[in-house]
């Protein structure tokens, strides 16, 4: 979740980027970060406060924590998540809770990323859903990766209820047997890789 | 024309038998009809006696637009062409097939809503229409061409921008799976071969004029930004298919596939779709690529762009680049179409080295629209390729071919999924050749009954996807439940209608949908989930009755019925809801006729009837229920064993359907024991006239 924070926002003394106050620098850096699809942790905003020490802005540590939380009560589209013990922090501007916290799961490694995937799914649209999802943007997993989470799953106690179903043309779709009924899943898996196909 | 807006004003008739042209007065004679496939039943139904065959002189094809067409009203680009319909077995009945393009617009520039063609020419011509002048040219210099070279041909008559339909080789040798095409890959099926019946070629467009918009325009400027917000991808799916940070939901199952690193990667320059919020109205031709939707992520690299109709920001035709296909099969790199047009070659194969993701299946895909858009041939919503492959393995086509024919054919190659083999097929369909070629070219109930093969075996089988009178079902009960079955059986051919898919399959969670369907259709019970059907509910046939119409409705003003309507929206502010009543804001301001979204679907219950009068007339008998509202076996069976309406299971209950027709009749004012429309439904639409030459007949319900 590493990256450069760019400072933009109205300049003054002469042009310069300029922030009048800690608060306005933070709340910036999480906005910017969300128009790019990213998060923002607590300890990243810590940093770039430390490292701008310009009178207004010049906090750190405990004096950061009590300043998002002031931020986030008064700024309607900022909002905080907890994941692996970390803060983050996001806009609702430009993103929404759901992909925030899928963003989230991401950062808890590709085992629990997917199993929460496939029970979200499971449990919120009553679908089973491809493996080859799990490559795509903000996944991004490699295909070797779901599969050695699968094989991972299928050894761990904890992930019982995380199957597989293979279509007639050879499509992996995953589902929860907590939320799915497996014949109901079987069917569906096929209408979406296959029926829809041909029923366009 | 007194005043309207949206219409051209006239209706212009050719008949090719007398050479003679003359036009009429829309609004006079069509209005209460609207446009599209309402002028096309009203034609039929005063011009055209039962009896009479498709390919008779006396038959008519109507071409006609709606008030919409031509406006910037968005997804106003099609045409609907009503003719009796050669592949309706075992009698021709009216049917109505649908092209996009800049046909519509087109003609409606050159000063017409639509254009009656009837009689027979002698000899091979083309019809010109540049504005006020029409001609009937010789076209003996373009027949046997493909379409594309009779396109070109034409333009260089008329100018680069004017717009072609044309027929190809198919349709010219009177062969009933053909279509007739504009715009490279814009097509309208079962309609190639009543033009080859006429001798009429193509039909060459030129128009300078413009529409006028009888409403304020800065009203209507708001109307179409509106509406526009309510969009969402190809088929209204509103939500996407991978999560995207605007997005409260995914499905990756919609065709709203664009994403931040997703590229178009054989433009010139490669460009990236983004993320395409649904707030950027500038971006919604960037939201779908359907040629990676339905051939997979491998597509992503050979698209060059999106390309499509007229006032429609959802190019649904993906151009595709693929140089390979130029050296293994000599043909041009770049093709485009979209849906079954675009699966047209790939779809003949059983399987596909690489599966029907992989390269080979892209292939197949460049051959066969490579020659499906030249020879013009018809697909058939796909059941020309289920039936072909059945035939091939169930060893029929060994059985009726002589053996020298079946000896013609690379069979090995065909079963290793070789894309050439279509080089040895398509060809033959198009030229009659053969048997298989005769055959395969007859549509589905001919080719049953030229081979002695029984319907009900076709009926059985639900991999084939067959429905009735030789066509396929069209998003019946297999994927909607009750609802689309009803639907499904009101056509004369594949109902083509997309009012109620679209609306199941737009992404959103199964409670969100029943919210939104409680507000429309009176009860969240309307929509079941895919695979968890429920019994029938009144409010299921409110859905249908609704989702019947609209079509009618956009096929009659022109609104494409394959991107509307606009119940659901992506728009999480607004709960997701989209407005049916955009319809009649956008007709109102354009015609200044001031109809309301209540009044406009009563217009459609209209059309509709007029077309339910025409089937009872054609058939002989009010005896609907049970002679044309039939139901294929494989409805009832798809999961021997296991009860209907349990989870997994998608076949239908007997009982229930009874039930489920009895509501939908009723709701539709209609005689519950025949499944025909009574006296007094025809008075209240203004049908009085038609209600009596069907009581002569006996052929409304006492």
Redesign the interface.
């Known amino acids: 979740m590493k990256a450069p924070i760019i400072m933009q926002g109205a300049g003054k003394d002469n042009g310069t980027e300029h922030r009048d106050s800690a608060a306005e620098m933070a709340a910036a850096v999480i906005r910017e970060r969300?128009a790019a699809?990213r998060l923002v942790s607590a300890s990243e905003i810590t940093l770039l406060l430390e490292e701008h020490p310009e009178p207004d802005t010049n906090i750190s540590g405990e004096g950061v924590t009590e300043l998002l939380t002031r931020l986030v009560f008064d700024n309607k589209d900022l909002h905080a998540l907890s994941g692996a013990g970390v803060q983050w922090y996001y806009s609702s501007r430009?993103?929404?809770?759901?992909?925030a916290k899928?963003l989230l799961q991401t950062l808890e490694g590709p085992v629990g990323l997917v199993a929460k995937t496939v029970r979200h799914n499971s449990r919120?649209?009553?679908?089973p859903?491809?493996l080859?999802?799990f490559e795509?943007?903000?996944?991004n997993l490699a295909c070797r990766q779901v599969f050695d989470c699968l094989t991972t799953m299928a050894a761990t106690e904890g992930y019982e209820d995380i199957a597989t179903t293979e279509t007639s043309?050879?499509g992996i779709y995953l589902y929860s047997t907590t939320y799915l009924?497996t014949?109901?899943?079987?069917?569906?898996a096929e209408?979406?890789d296959v029926?829809?196909?041909?029923?366009? | 024309m007194r005043g309207y807006g949206g219409w051209a004003g006239k209706v212009l008739r050719v008949d090719l038998s007398t050479g003679g042209i003359r036009t009429e007065d829309t609004i006079e004679r069509y209005k209460d009809y609207l446009g599209g496939t309402g002028i096309g039943y009203k034609v039929m139904w005063d011009e055209v006696p039962a009896g009479i065959k498709p390919y008779d002189p006396e038959n008519r094809i109507v071409f006609a637009v709606g008030p919409l067409a031509g406006t910037s009203a968005p997804c106003s680009g099609r045409t609907a062409i009503t003719t009796l319909w050669p592949t309706c077995w075992p009698i021709p009945l009216v049917a109505s097939g649908h092209m996009g393009g800049q046909f519509a617009a087109k003609l409606k520039y050159a000063g017409y809503d639509a254009i009656i063609i009837q009689g027979k020419a002698e000899r091979p011509v083309w019809l010109m229409i540049a504005d006020r002048k029409v001609e009937i040219r010789d076209a003996r210099g373009i027949w046997g061409q493909g379409i594309r070279s009779a396109t070109y041909s034409i333009t260089e008559i008329m100018g680069r921008d004017a717009v072609v339909a044309a027929i190809g080789q198919a349709g010219e040798n009177l062969v009933p799976m053909s279509v007739v095409m504009n715009d490279v890959s814009h097509s309208a099926g079962g309609i190639g071969s009543v033009m080859g019946s006429k001798n009429l070629k193509a039909i060459g467009i030129q128009g300078s004029g413009s529409i006028r918009i009888a409403g304020n325009k800065e009203e209507w400027e708001k109307v179409i930004n509106y509406h526009l917000s309510l969009l969402g991808g190809n088929n209204q799916h509103v939500v996407p298919n991978s999560p995207q940070p605007w997005a409260e939901f995914y499905d990756p199952n919609t065709r709203w596939n664009a994403s931040r690193g997703r590229r178009w990667g054989g433009a010139a320059h490669t460009v990236e779709t983004g993320s395409c919020n649904p707030h950027d109205k500038n971006r919604i031709a960037y939201r779908s690529n359907v040629a990676a939707h339905f051939l997979g992520d491998n597509a992503w690299k050979s698209t060059v762009r999106g390309n499509g109709c007229s006032s429609c920001p959802i190019r649904c035709h993906t151009i595709l680049k693929v140089p390979s296909v130029s050296s293994k099969y000599g043909i041009p790199a770049v093709g485009q179409n979209t849906c079954m047009g675009l699966t047209f070659g790939r779809s003949f194969f059983k399987k596909l080295p690489g599966g029907p993701k992989g390269t080979i299946s892209l292939e197949a895909c460049m051959v066969g629209m490579h020659m499906a858009d030249d020879f013009g041939l018809w697909g058939n919503y796909g059941q020309l390729q289920r039936d072909f492959v059945k035939l091939y393995y169930d060893g029929v086509i060994k059985k009726k071919l002589s053996a020298s024919e079946f000896r013609s054919y690379s069979w090995s190659a065909y079963e290793k999924g070789d894309p050439a083999f279509l080089f040895e097929l398509l060809p033959r369909i198009a030229g009659k050749e053969g048997e298989l070629g005769t055959v395969l070219g007859l549509g589905t109930g001919h080719m049953l009954e030229r081979w002695n093969l029984s319907e009900d075996m076709w009926k059985k089988d639900k991999a084939l996807g067959y429905w009735k009178m030789g066509h396929p079902r069209h998003h019946s009960s297999e994927e909607t439940s009750q609802c689309g079955l009803l639907i499904n059986l009101m056509y004369n051919r594949d109902s083509q209608c997309h009012s109620h898919s679209n609306f199941l399959r737009n992404g959103l969670p199964l409670p969100v949908q029943k919210r939104l369907a409680a507000e429309l259709w009176g009860a969240p019970e309307s929509v079941d989930g895919m695979g968890e059907y429920t019994p029938m509910h009144r409010s299921k046939a409110r859905m249908a009755k609704w989702a019947l119409l609209r079509k009618e409705l956009h096929d009659s003003i022109s609104l494409c019925n394959w991107m509307g309507p606009w119940a659901a929206s992506p728009l999480m502010e607004r709960g997701y809801s989209g407005d049916d009543s955009i319809e009649s804001m956008l007709y109102r301001l354009a015609t200044g006729d001031n109809k309301n979204r209540e009044e406009l679907d009563a217009v459609a219950e209209r059309i509709f009837l007029l077309h339910r009068a025409l089937t009872i007339r054609g058939m002989g008998t009010k005896e609907m229920r049970t002679r044309h509202d039939t139901i294929p076996e494989w409805v009832y069976t798809d999961k021997p064993g296991k009860p209907p309406f349990t989870k997994g299971a998608t076949h239908m209950d007997r009982d229930d359907i009874q039930v489920a027709l009895d509501m939908f009749y009723e709701e539709l004012g209609w005689d519950k024991a025949t499944g025909a429309p009574t006296r007094g439904t025809y008075r209240k639409s203004g049908l009085e006239s038609v209600a009596g030459a069907l009581a002569k007949r006996n052929l409304v319900p006492a």
């Open positions: 969300s699809a430009s993103m929404t809770e759901a992909y899928v919120i649209y009553q679908r859903i491809p080859e999802i795509k943007t903000p996944f043309i050879s009924e014949e109901h899943a079987i069917m569906l209408w979406f029926g829809q196909s041909e029923n366009p």
